[in-house]
Structure formats: structure tokens, C-alpha cells
Nanobody, 119 residues
Framework: QVQLVESGGGLVQAGGSLRLSCAAS????????MGWYRQAPGKQRELVVV???????NYADSVAGRFTLSRDNAKNTMYLQMNSLKPEDTAVYYC?????????????WGQGTQVTVSS
């Protein structure tokens, strides 16, 4: 199992920046896949970016070039640097960890952090 705690959300004007953090309760080396998702009001949760254990990342087209995922392995923490924010980036952002086993996989989620971008 793994517990995830997000922080760093807030209110920012369009064009501004925020950095989200996701602290894990275990070594992130041991986690197969981690990522950030977001859910806007009235919409389904969507993938923002995922990083696999080998280090490869995949960004949603809507954030590519503006958002950057990074990790601090010593702190067991993943970050999402968000630049050039747009009002449509407004959502609750969730940290995700996926652990694989012989039985399949289990997804773990943080509590979410609100990001609001004003126009």
C-alpha cells in the first residue's frame, strides 16, 4: 500500500505558475507508475501526466509544454510544475500511484488539491 498527500494548490491568475507536491509513504522507486490527474466540475477525471518506473513520461496534449513532472527520490515526493496556467486548468488535482502484482494492479489516490485559475 501507499499513502499520498498532495499540497501546493491555490488561486492564481491566468499566465501564472503553481507547483504541486505529492508526498508518498514509501519509496517512489518501488511504485510502478505515478501520475497526476485532474477533475473539473461536471467533468470526468482526466490524465494530466504519468511517469513509469523507467522514467518515461506521457503528458496530455492540453498541458504538454506547460507542465513538467519531476521527482525527488530522496524525499519520496513527486512534483508538478505548472506554468502558463489557463482558466481551463481549473480543477481538483489528484496524485496517483499504481502498484502491480500477480493479481493485477491497485490504484491509490491522494485527497486532491484545488487549483483555480482566474481570467
Amino acid at each position: 500500500q501507499v499513502q499520498l498527500v498532495e499540497s501546493g494548490g491555490g488561486l492564481v491568475q491566468a499566465g501564472g505558475s503553481l507547483r504541486l507536491s505529492c508526498a508518498a509513504s514509501r519509496s517512489i522507486f518501488s511504485i510502478n507508475t505515478m501520475g497526476w490527474y485532474r477533475q473539473a466540475p461536471g467533468k470526468q477525471r482526466e490524465l494530466v501526466v504519468v511517469i513509469r518506473s523507467g522514467g518515461t513520461t506521457n503528458y496530455a496534449d492540453s498541458v504538454a509544454g506547460r507542465f513538467t513532472l519531476s521527482r525527488d527520490n530522496a524525499k519520496n515526493t513527486m512534483y508538478l510544475q505548472m506554468n502558463s496556467l489557463k482558466p481551463e486548468d481549473t480543477a481538483v488535482y489528484y496524485c496517483n500511484a499504481r502498484l502491480l502484482s500477480v493479481y493485477g494492479f491497485n490504484d491509490y489516490w491522494g485527497q486532491g488539491t484545488q487549483v483555480t485559475v482566474s481570467s
